[in-house]
């Protein structure tokens, strides 16, 4: 029967030359590894949050009144409500970890240098629009967690010249944290940003599409990059593996890998999310003592503390992120080997350091 409706679209429309070019006659480096496949996994994640966020809506109700009795009337009374929830509350933690990977492999490779460019651009903004849908999404339970960490998150806007106080006004949908935030922070987390990230995810894709595979620089005599501006030139592997069933096999590993771990901390460390204040209703006249916002954003949080004013921290934020954002078009070094750069090893290891210490440190504080 499948052989037949194989046989009955590859007549119509060639759908066998398709497959042929694109998975037998994709050839990918020889000396590929591991850290490639993780571009598959976020793809199985993004859909995963997409269908656990679908299923969600059904019984989710986006008004202040009612938020948190609906998310309580999914958690307890729902069938298997309990398990979609988490795994989305969960995958929306593994998206941002998964990713934070995905970068730390392209810049150790080198792979975000010409003529990938765009590539790097694209996944540093897949990277800060994910933040933006965590962030939308955190509000969402209308607990006393969600309700503060998004007062907190808004207000440091307020930090920004002339602008500031229009912009919280118009993130709130008012002076203070509200209902009209909760409805326009949920129009974004639902029907915005998934848009927007979904069109990014095809831009890197079109990107990664034109350029071809880069090499990796291990075990490899020649490590600096080939490419010369002079005409377009699709970096192929002549002599690679096919991508299938070769590294087809790879990406089914790496996100077996990944549902192992997911679905264990599902199972084994469902509040790993949540703190005992995710568990109260917002209240805006009593404010708990401790809130923190998402791991993620522990660095920024402290960075914020720690300078003597908000705009200077801001601004020291948004220095560092531009940086980052415009690296390929900053390091114009034809050297991809992390060892045969030794200041580029230096500042990225410092960075990274650097980021442990304010996350454990805004943590702790």
């Given at each position: 029967?499948?052989?037949?409706?194989?046989r009955?679209?590859?007549?119509?429309?060639g759908?066998?030359?398709?497959?042929?070019?694109?998975?037998?006659g994709y050839?990918?480096?020889r000396?590929?590894n591991?850290?490639?496949?993780?571009?598959?996994?976020?793809l199985?994640i993004?859909?995963?949050?997409?269908?656990?966020?679908?299923?969600?809506?059904?019984?989710?109700?986006?008004?202040?009144?009612?938020?948190?009795?609906?998310?309580?009337?999914i958690?307890?009374?729902?069938p298997?409500?309990?398990?979609?929830?988490l795994?989305?509350?969960?995958?929306?933690n593994?998206?941002v970890a998964?990713l934070?990977?995905?970068?730390l492999?392209?810049?150790?490779m080198?792979?975000?240098?010409?003529?990938?460019?765009?590539?790097?651009?694209?996944?540093?903004?897949l990277?800060a629009?994910?933040q933006?849908?965590?962030?939308?999404?955190?509000?969402?339970?209308w607990s006393q967690?969600?309700?503060w960490?998004?007062?907190?998150?808004?207000?440091s806007?307020?930090?920004?010249p002339v602008?500031?106080?229009t912009?919280?006004e118009?993130l709130?949908?008012?002076?203070?944290v509200g209902?009209?935030t909760?409805?326009?922070?949920f129009a974004?987390?639902?029907?915005v940003?998934p848009?927007?990230i979904?069109?990014?995810i095809?831009a890197?894709?079109?990107?990664l599409?034109?350029?071809?595979i880069?090499?990796?620089?291990?075990?490899?005599?020649?490590?600096?990059?080939?490419?010369?501006?002079?005409e377009y030139?699709?970096?192929?592997?002549?002599?690679?593996?096919?991508?299938?069933?070769?590294?087809?096999l790879?990406d089914?590993?790496?996100?077996s890998i990944?549902?192992?771990?997911?679905?264990a901390?599902?199972?084994?460390?469902?509040?790993?999310?949540f703190?005992?204040?995710a568990?109260?209703?917002?209240?805006?006249?009593?404010?708990?003592?401790h809130?923190?916002?998402?791991?993620y954003?522990?660095a920024n949080?402290?960075?914020?503390?720690?300078?003597?004013?908000e705009?200077?921290?801001?601004?020291?934020?948004?220095?560092?992120?531009?940086?980052?954002?415009?690296l390929p078009f900053?390091?114009?070094?034809?050297?991809r080997?992390?060892?045969?750069r030794?200041?580029f090893?230096?500042?990225?290891?410092?960075?990274?350091?650097?980021?442990?210490?304010?996350?454990?440190?805004?943590?702790?504080?």
């Amino acid at each position: 029967m499948l052989n037949r409706l194989y046989r009955w679209l590859d007549l119509r429309y060639g759908i066998g030359e398709i497959a042929e070019k694109e998975l037998t006659g994709y050839l990918l480096p020889r000396n590929i590894n591991e850290w490639y496949s993780l571009g598959s996994v976020l793809l199985v994640i993004f859909a995963i949050q997409v269908v656990t966020g679908m299923l969600l809506m059904i019984y989710y109700v986006p008004d202040a009144d009612k938020a948190f009795k609906s998310v309580s009337f999914i958690m307890n009374e729902v069938p298997f409500g309990w398990f979609i929830r988490l795994c989305h509350a969960v995958g929306s933690n593994m998206m941002v970890a998964v990713l934070l990977m995905h970068m730390l492999s392209t810049l150790m490779m080198g792979s975000y240098k010409a003529p990938r460019e765009l590539n790097w651009v694209t996944g540093f903004t897949l990277f800060a629009l994910v933040q933006g849908i965590s962030l939308t999404g955190y509000l969402a339970p209308w607990s006393q967690l969600s309700f503060w960490a998004t007062t907190v998150a808004t207000n440091s806007v307020s930090a920004i010249p002339v602008l500031g106080p229009t912009l919280v006004e118009f993130l709130r949908g008012g002076k203070l944290v509200g209902p009209a935030t909760l409805g326009r922070f949920f129009a974004l987390h639902a029907a915005v940003l998934p848009v927007v990230i979904a069109a990014f995810i095809g831009a890197h894709l079109f990107f990664l599409k034109r350029t071809g595979i880069s090499a990796p620089p291990f075990g490899r005599d020649e490590t600096a990059n080939p490419f010369e501006a002079r005409e377009y030139h699709y970096q192929g592997h002549p002599g690679g593996i096919p991508f299938f069933p070769n590294y087809a096999l790879q990406d089914l590993s790496s996100i077996s890998i990944y549902f192992a771990v997911f679905l264990a901390v599902v199972f084994f460390w469902p509040n790993m999310p949540f703190t005992p204040d995710a568990f109260v209703p917002a209240d805006p006249f009593k404010t708990p003592a401790h809130i923190k916002p998402e791991w993620y954003f522990l660095a920024n949080y402290q960075t914020l503390k720690i300078f003597p004013s908000e705009l200077l921290g801001l601004s020291v934020q948004a220095a560092a992120m531009t940086f980052l954002a415009l690296l390929p078009f900053i390091d114009r070094s034809p050297e991809r080997h992390p060892l045969k750069r030794p200041l580029f090893l230096t500042l990225a290891i410092a960075g990274i350091l650097l980021w442990i210490a304010l996350s454990v440190w805004g943590h702790l504080s």
